[in-house]
């Protein structure tokens, strides 16, 4: 498995035949989406709103978008920052803004795989750490992390875009 940074081209438009394959990939998950609220019709994502989803992503100083590739398919995507978007947070640490793996393709083994190679571009870039929040909604992305290494640091905590409750984690690298 390959991680290639999505890259804008000149006109910071992203390219249409890798923006449709993410579409399609965020529409595989229309279960979590449901959870999340991000779109307002999970079971109709449109290439329109993954495009802009990606867009605000990537207007975050130190934002990467990594595209998750097996065999030539896209199977995953992992969007990290490189410390937390607060300027006033004193949190030394990169984060996991989102890994979303093609539904068709859970349990087997992508999640993990894209989980360590985003955790080993960090390690190679000198960090110490990384976190991610997860919506405490969705049990199964945190038994997911926490079998991953990850330990819960809190609790009860509001994510920043739209104030949901969710679990902050950290794993040392």
């Known amino acids: 498995m390959i991680l290639l940074p999505l890259a804008p081209v000149e006109d910071g438009a992203l390219p249409g035949p890798v923006l449709t394959e993410i579409a399609t990939l965020y529409a595989t998950n229309h279960a979590f989406f449901e959870l999340s609220g991000d779109f307002p019709d999970p079971g109709r994502i449109t290439v329109e709103q993954v495009a802009a989803a990606l867009a605000d992503e990537l207007s975050h100083e130190g934002a990467e978008v990594l595209l998750a590739r097996s065999a030539g398919r896209l199977v995953g995507l992992a969007a990290t920052l490189a410390r937390h978007p607060d300027p006033a ?3 030394p640490d ?3 803004g989102l890994l979303l793996i093609d539904a068709t393709a859970h349990r087997e ?3 993990r795989t894209v989980a360590a190679l985003v955790e080993d571009r960090f390690r190679a870039a000198g960090r110490s750490g990384v976190r991610i929040a997860v919506l405490d909604a ?3 992305a945190l038994a997911f992390w926490q079998s ?3 330990v819960t640091l809190r609790r009860g905590a509001a994510d920043r875009e739209m104030g949901r409750p969710c679990t902050v984690l950290r794993k040392a690298l």
């Open 89 to 91: 947070s004193e949190d």
């Open 94 to 96: 990169p984060w996991i």
């Open 109 to 111: 083994g992508y999640g």
């Open 138 to 140: 969705n049990e199964k």
């Open 148 to 150: 991953q290494g990850y």
